[in-house]
């Protein structure tokens, strides 16, 4: 492991971003790590090596793109950091469209057919990045890869990669116990916990079927939405026909079921 990296794992331990016990989830399940990545805005030093960590290991893979774009709202902070540092272009991507003055998802200067990196904090099950390359997509920008910095190897990797998107991490969950086990900041006890808490809930894909990218340009003077195709009609505007709420009823793993609940939850 690169120092840097390791560096970055105690770092991230000393500031309490990633922490051992019981905790309750949102979706009720007790966990026995919390990730919490937002409390890196307040250590810019930590925040500027989370940047270097990444560029470096997209560097390494040999990943080329022209912008780049956080998922709201913790990576955020992340991605302005990489751009700011290698000068590299970014765009932002809202939850919402204002609902006045350009009414736009996607904002920044770009062009149709322009390759985007996705960029988040976490991945568990990759929905969130999902929902952020879905809206891109219907801008014409095209995402081949998206970068991460804690891929918490719950199934998140290969949902993303039945999409065609390659899952690039700074650290998976082995390699954080892994190490502060070796330096003696966690007990073999809790390191089997946590392994076993990973094992017994991986989670199956529950990401959307994307619609064909356009990478056209729109006309400019035209305001009104791009044609929807059917097969993807029920994803458009961002609310399903076949709701959260439908999808957690047929579930039939609970922890799907749960997951859904509280993404349906999240839509109030």
Known sequence: MDPSVRNLIHDLHSIEAIKFGEFKLKSGIISPI????????????????????MYTQLQSAG???DVL????????????????????PMVMRRKEAKGYGTNKIIEGVFK??????????????????????????KEGLIVRDVVVLVDRQQGGRAGLEAKGMTLHAVLTITQ????????????SEVVQR????????????IHPTFPPTNTQEPPPSS????????STKHLHGRT????????????KHPLSKRLLELMARKKD
């Open 34 to 53: 919390y990730i919490d990545l937002r409390v890196t805005v307040s250590y810019p030093a930590i925040l500027s090596q989370i940047s270097k960590c």
């Open 63 to 65: 990943v080329s793109y």
């Open 69 to 88: 774009c956080g998922v709201p709202y913790t990576a955020l902070t992340i991605a302005s950091s990489m751009s700011l540092a290698n000068s590299i």
């Open 112 to 137: 149709a057919g322009m390759s985007c990196l996705v960029i988040e904090d976490l991945v568990t099950t990759g929905g969130s990045v999902m929902e952020t390359v879905f809206d891109l997509h």
């Open 176 to 187: 954080v116990l892994d190490e502060l086990l070796l330096a003696g900041k966690l007990t």
């Open 194 to 205: 946590v392994r076993d808490f990973i094992r017994d809930n991986q989670i199956s894909s």
């Open 223 to 230: 305001s009104a939405p791009p044609p929807l195709d059917r």
């Open 240 to 251: 399903a026909s076949l709701s959260y709420e439908a999808r957690a009823a047929m579930a």
